[in-house]
């Protein structure tokens, strides 16, 4: 096998990771229509409406988004070593790291909710662990939506024109789900008319990491 450098293989993470875990959201919700009844709070049929297809391609974002995670680091520390604001990079990590470990966490609590032959269970016990694991995935989205946007700052004190530009609009679509996220929290009826919105800005995202990263292999 030949070698790889970090710069190569944290690139290749901020390419691949998000565009991936974004294409099997696109196709688990959209091309297989894995909604339920449509209104995200019904979880009962939402929950009877996933097919076995979904719940396999399901299991994939997590393991997409830890690649995603090494290349956010390897991206630190070329800002740190070439760069500034590393610190709010740093603090931006953080969050970013705490948002991938609640969807991690969430997709294994889904996966249990799966599990067939089970015995000694109450009746409905699926709904509950799938309304923790949604419970988890909001707040620690809302984290990430917080880290991501200190990213996205930091990275654009060191680009210049249309990439500072770009970063400065991904800083917009974190404060945009940050706010989505406390609307959500403080009202369960506004969950179906805002789902829509999450899909765009994971498109956006993914767009912006993919030029981090191809950008990353070039150093």
Do not use: C
Not at 54 to 83: C, D, K, M, Q, W
Not at 208 to 214: H, K, R
């Amino acid at each position: 096998m030949g070698n790889i450098s970090a710069n190569k293989l944290g690139g290749l993470g901020l390419l691949i990771g998000p565009g991936f875990a974004t294409l099997i959201f696109l196709v688990v919700f959209m091309v297989l229509g894995n909604t339920g009844s449509g209104d995200p709070r019904n979880f009962q049929a939402n929950f009877d409406k996933q097919t076995d297809l979904a719940h396999l391609l399901g299991l994939l974002p997590g393991i997409s988004l830890i690649f995603f995670l090494y290349g956010i680091n390897t991206l630190y520390n070329h800002v740190r070593e070439n760069g500034q604001n590393e610190a709010l990079f740093r603090l931006g990590s953080m969050g970013v790291f705490f948002g991938i470990l609640g969807i991690v966490v969430s997709i294994g609590l889904n996966s249990a909710t799966q599990f067939d032959g089970l015995s000694g269970l109450n009746e409905g016990y699926q709904y509950t662990i799938g309304l923790i694991a949604g419970g988890i995935q909001s707040y620690t989205g809302l984290i990430f939506s917080v880290g991501f946007s200190l990213i996205a700052l930091a990275v654009s004190s060191n680009k210049e024109g249309i990439h500072k530009i770009f970063a400065y609009v991904v800083v917009l679509i974190g404060l945009i789900n940050i706010v989505v996220s406390f609307i959500n929290f403080a009202d369960a009826s506004t969950w179906e008319a805002t789902f829509i919105i999450t899909p765009i800005t994971y498109v956006v995202i993914s767009i912006w990491t993919a030029t981090l990263g191809l950008d990353l292999m070039k150093k």
